[in-house]
């Protein structure tokens, strides 16, 4: 119940924003340098620095690059970054193999990074996507994304990122089972302080358009992945796969896409009250950088209430890669 207000004038709701001062004192929810996690992505080579066409302002990086980023990202006081290997169309094979190799790019990346810069935690990518000939999350046969074998190599996938020194395991595939298989594993190997942070909640978006070009997956992406990824008209849904996820042991749970399913985050954490994050996407992502491109919003303003648009929504944190502008502008701030 809402406790009844005094009618006007002795009630007038300006008085709150009368001065920045008064403002800041009322202001309900807050957007903090620790609220990040800052997704990159990682390829072969040495010293490279590629930018990507469809996210301006985000690069693949070589191995020696991440590590200089993810120290950027610890000085700026970003406690997280989420790593991505883009992998090249020779690389994918039909048997993933490459997705649970302790050489692939993404483990290399995490040793390296834990072994340069270990204050800053290291999330993971578990799906066979960017390992796929075909790009999907899942083996395929018979032009079906097949369930039970696909969680055998995730679990692979998943131990070899552990013994790399990943702190969170970022399960992003959608198939079932998986979350409860990943954590019997991590705890048998020894790794009970790896976290699961689940993408529980992931829906078949055409947001992720860009995404697919930065890792490589657009051209190899045969048909859709509507038969894992979640249908946009559900919300209901969203709640059962949260519930089940976290019954199998997930430490946090994700929505994903970000802004179009902020009533999913409220959801979400008001049902039950985990740690509950977006990822705003590589869609969301470049539509405001194009916008601010032609200066049709103003770019670092719209960054910044899109991303307290999460906390508002109940979210603990946000992916975003926007993560070390919005952490510049903050520290400013200060
Ligand atoms: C795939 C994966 C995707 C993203 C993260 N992991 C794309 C997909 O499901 O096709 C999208 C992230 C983004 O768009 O920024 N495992």
Redesign the pocket.
């Known amino acids: 119940m809402r406790p009844t207000q005094a009618p006007f004038p002795a009630t007038r709701l300006r008085r709150a924003r009368q001065s920045p001062a008064i403002r800041a004192l009322t202001r309900e929810n807050s957007l903090s340098v620790s609220d990040f996690i800052w997704?990159v992505f990682v390829r072969a080579g040495d010293g490279i620095e590629e930018p990507i066409p469809s996210m301006p302002g985000v690069f693949r990086r070589s191995v020696d690059k991440i590590v200089e980023a993810a120290r950027e990202a610890a000085d700026l006081g970003i406690p997280a970054i989420c790593i991505?290997p883009y992998t090249s169309i020779e690389e994918r094979t039909e048997d993933c193999a490459g997705a649970w190799d302790p050489e692939n790019h993404a483990n290399r990346a995490i040793r390296a990074i834990k072994a340069a810069v270990p204050q800053i935690a290291v999330m993971t990518?578990v799906?066979l996507?960017t390992y796929n000939i075909n790009g999907h999350?899942g083996f395929v046969e018979n032009g079906e994304i097949v369930n039970d074998r696909t969680i055998e190599a995730l679990v692979k996938m998943t131990l070899s990122q552990a013994e790399a020194g990943a702190d969170i395991i970022g399960p992003?595939?959608m198939m079932d089972g998986r979350i409860g298989a990943m954590r019997a594993a991590l705890e048998t190997a020894g790794h009970q302080n790896v976290m699961i942070l689940s993408y529980a909640a992931?829906y078949a978006s055409a947001?992720?358009g860009?995404?697919?070009d930065a890792v490589g997956?657009s051209g190899a992406l045969t048909g859709d992945?509507k038969t894992y990824?979640m249908d946009p008209g559900n919300s209901d849904e969203a709640l059962r796969l949260i519930e089940r996820d976290l019954r199998e042991g997930a430490d946090m749970v994700m929505v994903?896409p970000g802004m179009p399913y902020l009533d999913i985050c409220r959801r979400v954490k008001d049902t039950f009250g985990a740690p509950t994050y977006a990822?705003q996407?590589?869609?969301e992502?470049s539509m405001i950088q194009a916008a601010a491109e032609h200066g049709w919003v103003d770019g670092e303003k719209v960054m910044m209430e899109s991303l307290m648009a999460f906390k508002r929504a109940g979210c603990d944190g946000i992916l975003t890669y926007f993560a070390p502008a919005a952490a510049r502008l903050l520290n400013a701030q200060q």
């Open positions: 997704p991505f990518d799906a996507d999350d992003s595939d992931k947001f992720y860009p995404f697919r997956a992945k990824q994903k990822y996407v590589s869609g992502f």
